[in-house]
């Protein structure tokens, strides 16, 4: 397999697979494809019931983090791989997607890669984008929430302390109320007691007359 020649116009590194990858795999055979770049690696499974569509979507759902992606070829039978930057991929079967097995080095930018790659990886990094911006939105949309939980606490807080403050004031004054009717009550028992408390020794001086 040949990973193409430098192109002085296009920054894409291409690789091909197989010509035609309906007939490359046999039914119940697994073929396992490993991407390696610089960062980080990814394993891909693939089976003889994959239909192109399948082991592509299959393919980049591992791959493209790594900014690797898988596309039809020009003739729609087989898959390209392209990335911004070089890349090695590699199978364990025969006849499989690759022509040829083992570690097929890609480090060079190729005159036969597409830019759809590259449209690849501009929409991941916009979905990327809008994901941290959802997630962003999220934690501001939180943090209005909370802040909008503790000023409404806070007002419900000052109404409760206006009203149990209403009632400890409307409390006083009844209590005052009642405590000045027991001591005039008090006072006029007592009044009462002390004059009938005269009138005993009255009485007695006049039995004695």
Same mark, same amino acid.
Do not use: W
């Given at each position: 397999?040949?990973?193409?020649?430098?192109?002085?116009?296009?920054?894409?590194?291409?690789?091909?697979?197989?010509?035609?990858?309906?007939?490359?795999?046999?039914?119940?055979?697994?073929?396992?494809?490993?991407?390696?770049?610089?960062?980080?690696?990814?394993?891909?499974?693939?089976?003889?019931?994959?239909?192109?569509?399948? /082991? %592509?979507?299959? =393919? #980049?759902?591992?791959? +493209?983090?790594? !900014?690797?992606?898988?596309?039809?070829?020009? $003739? *729609?039978?087989?898959?390209?791989?392209?990335?911004?930057?070089?890349?090695?991929?590699?199978?364990?079967?025969?006849?499989?997607?690759?022509?040829?097995?083992?570690?097929?080095?890609?480090?060079?930018?190729?005159?036969?890669?597409?830019?759809?790659?590259?449209?690849?990886? /501009? %929409?991941?990094? =916009? #979905?990327?984008?809008? +994901?941290?911006? !959802?997630?962003?939105?999220?934690?501001?949309? $939180? *943090?209005?929430?909370?802040?909008?939980?503790?000023?409404?606490?806070?007002?419900?807080?000052?109404?409760?302390?206006?009203?149990?403050?209403?009632?400890?004031?409307?409390?006083?004054?009844?209590?005052?109320?009642?405590?000045?009717?027991?001591?005039?009550?008090?006072?006029? /028992?007592?009044?009462?007691?002390?004059?009938?408390?005269?009138?005993?020794?009255?009485?007695?001086?006049?039995?004695?007359?």
């Amino acid at each position: 397999m040949t990973t193409g020649a430098t192109a002085s116009n296009i920054g894409t590194y291409n690789v091909a697979g197989a010509d035609n990858f309906a007939g490359g795999l046999a039914e119940g055979v697994t073929e396992n494809l490993t991407f390696q770049n610089g960062t980080s690696s990814a394993t891909v499974a693939l089976n003889g019931t994959e239909t192109l569509g399948g /082991a %592509i979507a299959k =393919i #980049n759902a591992k791959t +493209s983090v790594m !900014g690797i992606y898988a596309v039809a070829d020009a $003739a *729609g039978t087989g898959i390209s791989f392209q990335s911004a930057n070089q890349f090695t991929a590699s199978t364990d079967t025969a006849g499989g997607v690759f022509t040829n097995l083992g570690a097929q080095t890609v480090s060079a930018p190729s005159t036969q890669a597409s830019t759809t790659g590259n449209a690849l990886a /501009a %929409i991941t990094s =916009i #979905n990327n984008a809008l +994901s941290q911006l !959802g997630n962003t939105q999220a934690r501001v949309g $939180a *943090g209005e929430n909370k802040l909008q939980y503790a000023i409404d606490l806070a007002n419900s807080q000052i109404t409760n302390f206006s009203s149990a403050e209403s009632q400890l004031r409307d409390a006083d004054v009844a209590q005052e109320a009642a405590n000045l009717t027991k001591a005039q009550v008090l006072q006029q /028992a007592s009044i009462a007691a002390m004059a009938q408390a005269n009138s005993a020794p009255q009485a007695v001086l006049k039995l004695l007359q």
